[in-house]
């Protein structure tokens, strides 16, 4: 990531997922006008990842109630997020979408691919309803990641687009003060 992707827009993707026992074709026009949640992971079968799938999924219902739809991807198989899902107790309880990438574009294009691996390293994208990446945060392999930190992100995120000139500050929570950046502000934080 040389230049930041925050603010960009999504680029154009097509990609197979495996969405509640069925394979399922996706674009970049299924997240036309709603938030979606991006979270790229290195592999199936493996061991910091189903942690981190687990924990999503156990926030999901939250999520979903705040109009933010989530998409798993790695550079596995449609195929192979079914195998997992069929085997493992964690992941058989995920409801989003897992997006297979094995040609790896998808990750390539949130610059999260590991070229000599194959692989993604654990990255997280918050996307508004424009197309416009909100939220970019990226993880080595060996560092698992809180759906909870996500959704107070997410969370902010909305709320900065719902009440223009505000923004929020460290560890913002709904409900607490926002600040409205100004002249009379400077020196006083």
Not at 72 to 101: C, E, L
Not at 164 to 182: F, I
Request: glycine share 8%; with cysteine.
């Amino acid at each position: 990531m040389n230049q930041s992707i925050i603010n960009t827009k999504l680029l154009p993707f097509n990609a197979t997922a495996f969405h509640n026992g069925e394979f399922v074709e996706l674009s970049e026009k299924d997240l036309a006008d709603k938030w979606s949640v991006f979270f790229f992971y290195p592999a199936d079968f493996t061991f910091v990842c189903p942690t981190e799938l687990g924990d999503m999924a156990d926030h999901y219902e939250e999520l979903q109630k705040m109009g933010v739809e989530v998409y798993s991807v790695s550079t596995d198989t449609h195929f192979t997020h079914k195998a997992w899902h069929d085997t493992s107790d964690t992941i058989n309880k995920i409801k989003y979408p897992m997006i297979g990438d094995p040609t790896g574009a998808i990750t390539r294009n949130f610059g999260v691919m590991i070229e000599e691996d194959g692989l993604a390293l654990r990255g997280t994208f918050v996307i508004n309803p424009e197309g416009e990446i909100k939220v970019a945060e990226v993880h080595d392999l060996g560092i698992g990641r809180s759906a909870s930190e996500l959704l107070r992100k997410v969370k902010a995120a909305q709320y900065v687009a719902e009440h223009d000139g505000e923004v929020c500050p460290a560890a913002w929570q709904p409900g607490a003060e926002t600040l409205a950046p100004s002249l009379d502000l400077v020196g006083k934080i």
